[in-house]
């Protein structure tokens, strides 16, 4: 069965930190999506990165970098020199492209991150 | 482009009434989906549609909650009766809708909060 675990349920740091957001899967499919997306107060969850399972490329945009390694079932997420507008709760996602549902997401409980002046 | 629509956003009702939640997906998306998110969890999927055709309601309470996408656009998502463990926040998404064997983004509305006394 898939399963996402965000481990980390708060975390809090200063402006200007780096900040790791962690993330282990499981699924017994070899073709798989990942995704990050962000839940400021507002509540509208925001897409911020799609992964597939045979793209293991680290990927970089801006302040946000993300690590992608099959070999621990991880898809880190870290922002560089954080920011108090990055306060937010992360979520990351698992979808299946066969196994299940297709195109369901699962969900980790997320990690709420506070960026403090 | 105009992102997904949902309304009302906010609503208060005691148990036992009846409510309904209306999404407005982005104009070509096939695939619409209804979330709901308990506070302090991620979102869990209750419905998916594709085109005006359920795909999955596996995780739907039908005694009570019901949905439908009658032209293949916009859903209407219905809870009768209510009870107080449905308080949440119900999330709407749509995505292209790609061919089997990929999944593509899916775009959150703003969701409504909803709160039965």
């Known amino acids: 069965a898939q399963k996402v675990t965000q481990a980390q349920t708060e975390i809090s740091v200063v402006e200007k930190e780096d900040v790791t957001l962690d993330c282990v899967y499981e699924t017994r499919d070899t073709t798989y999506y990942l995704f990050w997306y962000k839940q400021p107060p507002s509540g509208e969850l925001v897409f911020l990165i799609r992964r597939n399972s045979f793209d293991e490329q680290n990927e970089i945009s801006g302040r946000y970098s993300w690590n992608f390694q099959k070999s621990t079932s991880s898809f880190n997420f870290t922002i560089t020199a954080s920011q108090v507008v990055d306060s937010a709760v992360y979520f990351c996602?698992?979808?299946?492209?066969?196994?299940?549902?297709?195109?369901?997401?699962?969900f980790g409980k997320g990690t709420k991150l506070s960026v403090k002046p | 482009e105009a992102g997904v629509a949902q309304s009302p956003r906010y609503k208060i009702i005691e148990k036992r009434q009846s409510v309904a939640f209306w999404c407005n997906p982005i104009s070509g998306h096939a695939t619409l989906y209804w979330y709901q998110q308990i506070l302090g969890q991620g979102p869990k999927l209750l419905i998916q549609?594709?085109?005006?055709?359920?795909?999955?309601d596996s995780q739907l309470p039908k005694d009570r909650f019901s949905a439908e996408r009658l032209k293949g656009v916009d859903s209407t998502l219905k809870i009768q009766p209510a009870k107080l463990e449905d308080s949440a926040v119900y999330l709407c998404?749509?995505?292209?809708?790609?061919?089997?064997?990929?999944?593509?983004?899916?775009?959150f509305g703003p969701g409504t909060r909803l709160t039965v006394l």
């Open positions: 549609f594709q085109n005006n055709g359920v795909v999955d």
């Open positions: 998404a749509s995505s292209l809708g790609l061919a089997g064997g990929t999944t593509d983004t899916q775009y």
């Open positions: 996602a698992l979808s299946e492209a066969y196994g299940g549902s297709q195109g369901n997401l699962i």
